[in-house]
């Protein structure tokens, strides 16, 4: 499986942003979609999740009420919509996937990554 992700830029504090996230290879092994994120100096940490239904989703707490992740499977494609953007959501954002069921919100759980978009917030 291989991901490809795009859509970073450089943006201003209160603007929004689409990221996507497409999917190629054996897509039909891929259940939970996901984006990650890594600031300058710290650790990656997790943002959000979807499940292969789009149903179940998981957000990382900063994020809630101002990030949406969806996916559509037809296109094999995980997007996440940004808004409200904070010059503290400044980072490399990362898709990944893994597959098993959970929506799982550790690094290690993932079986494939993207290459990473970055995005740039000035305040």
């Known amino acids: 499986v291989q991901l490809q992700a795009s859509g970073g830029g450089l943006v201003r504090a209160g603007d929004s942003l689409r990221l996507s996230c497409a999917a190629s290879g054996r897509t039909v092994s891929i259940s939970v979609m996901a984006w990650f994120r890594q600031a300058p100096g710290k650790e990656r940490e997790f943002v959000a999740a979807?499940?292969?239904?789009?149903?179940?989703?998981e957000y990382e707490d900063s994020v809630k009420g101002r990030f949406t992740i969806s996916r559509d499977n037809a296109k094999n494609t995980v997007y996440l919509q940004m808004n409200n953007l904070k010059s503290e959501d400044t980072a490399v954002y990362y898709c990944a996937a893994r597959r098993h069921t959970y929506l799982a919100i550790g690094v290690s759980d993932y079986d494939y990554w993207g290459q990473g978009t970055l995005v740039t917030v000035s305040s």
């Open positions: 979807v499940n292969r239904s789009g149903v179940r989703k």
